[in-house]
């Protein structure tokens, strides 16, 4: 077969998660909902975080910048799928297409590697709390985002430019309610050999040891915390992990049910809604998890709404 970038297909057309005209309006209903929620508790974390100063320490600068990205990752598939609904139209251009890929495979990595690097955050704050101001610097936890970003970029930039030099030929219907890279690559004429070589190693990485390096995180982290004396000491030491070790799992439990599930047909339901589950509902999630579970965030948040009573009053 041959490879190139010259593309038969000038746009795609995305099936949704269903083609039922009776449901569309509860569909957009639905997903309108969630990413307002979305928006709004991702945009309250980061604007607590930043206001408050009891708030500015590695921790909170790693949650405020998981926000942001879990607003980025929403913000590429939620909005384009509610104008397409409310549109009527299910069409997206080539390169929107291979845009929105990027985009969505960025934010992805990003999470991936700002869950890791949060998980080295609480290792150092538990099992080295004396040289942990030392060690989580401020010019170490920018250089920790930074990588996190140059990682992620170079992840979804690679498979962006190996997806644009494929063929599409006849078929341009993706069976998603966004591009997604595995559909995508389903429906190439081309030899797509490159291209899942890359998918094995970089998904290997994302979702083999990523997800490793966290779990040996947290058994030094467990490890250290059942030698401390006291059970209230033993509490606190765990609270502070807890938001996050749900946050990892949630993510995680959604997003290997892509990789792992059959790719048969009859499998396709259960994509949308693993898809679903990892770029749409975890995102708005999230900023529970972090504000229920935590002490000082829900602190915070209450002055901040105090505040705002008052000045409104």
């Not at 297409?97 to 990027?102: G, K, M």
């Not at 094995?200 to 990523?210: E, K, N, P, R, V």
């Not at 749409?280 to 948040?301: E, G």
Request: proline share 4%.
């Amino acid at each position: 077969m041959k490879t190139g970038n010259h593309s038969k297909v000038l746009e795609f057309l995305l099936l949704g998660l269903s083609e039922q005209q009776e449901q569309q309006d509860f569909l957009f209903g639905l997903f309108l909902t969630i990413y307002l929620f979305t928006v709004a508790g991702n945009s309250l974390i980061i604007l607590t975080i930043g206001s408050e100063p009891c708030l500015h320490t590695p921790m909170y600068f790693f949650l405020a910048n998981f926000s942001l990205t879990d607003l980025g990752l929403s913000s590429t598939t939620v909005p384009r799928m509610l104008t397409s609904i409310q549109a009527h139209s299910n069409t997206i251009p080539y390169a929107g297409c291979l845009s929105q890929i990027h985009f969505f495979l960025w934010f992805i990595g990003l999470d991936v590697f700002l869950l890791a690097v949060m998980a080295y955050d609480r290792l150092v704050a538990i099992c080295y709390p004396l040289h942990y101001a030392l060690v989580m610097s401020p010019r170490c936890c920018i250089l920790l985002v930074v990588m996190s970003l140059v990682l992620a970029f170079s992840y979804s930039l690679t498979h962006t430019i190996l997806l644009a030099q494929l063929s599409f030929c006849k078929d341009n219907a993706i069976p998603h309610f966004f591009c997604d890279l595995l559909p995508l690559l389903k429906l190439s004429c081309s030899n797509t050999y490159a291209n899942q070589c890359v998918l094995m190693y970089w998904g290997g990485a994302l979702t083999i040891l990523i997800p490793l390096l966290i779990l040996v995180s947290y058994i030094r982290i467990v490890a250290a915390i059942v030698k401390v004396p006291s059970a209230s000491g033993k509490w606190k030491a765990f609270s502070t992990c807890g938001s996050h070790l749900s946050a990892v799992c949630l993510f995680y439990v959604s997003a290997i049910g892509v990789y792992f599930i059959p790719s048969a047909s009859e499998s396709v339901s259960k994509d949308k809604m693993a898809a679903v589950m990892y770029a749409v509902v975890t995102p708005m999630l999230n900023p529970f998890i972090y504000s229920l579970r935590n002490k000082d965030m829900k602190d915070a948040l209450g002055r901040i709404l105090s505040r705002r009573a008052l000045q409104s009053s």
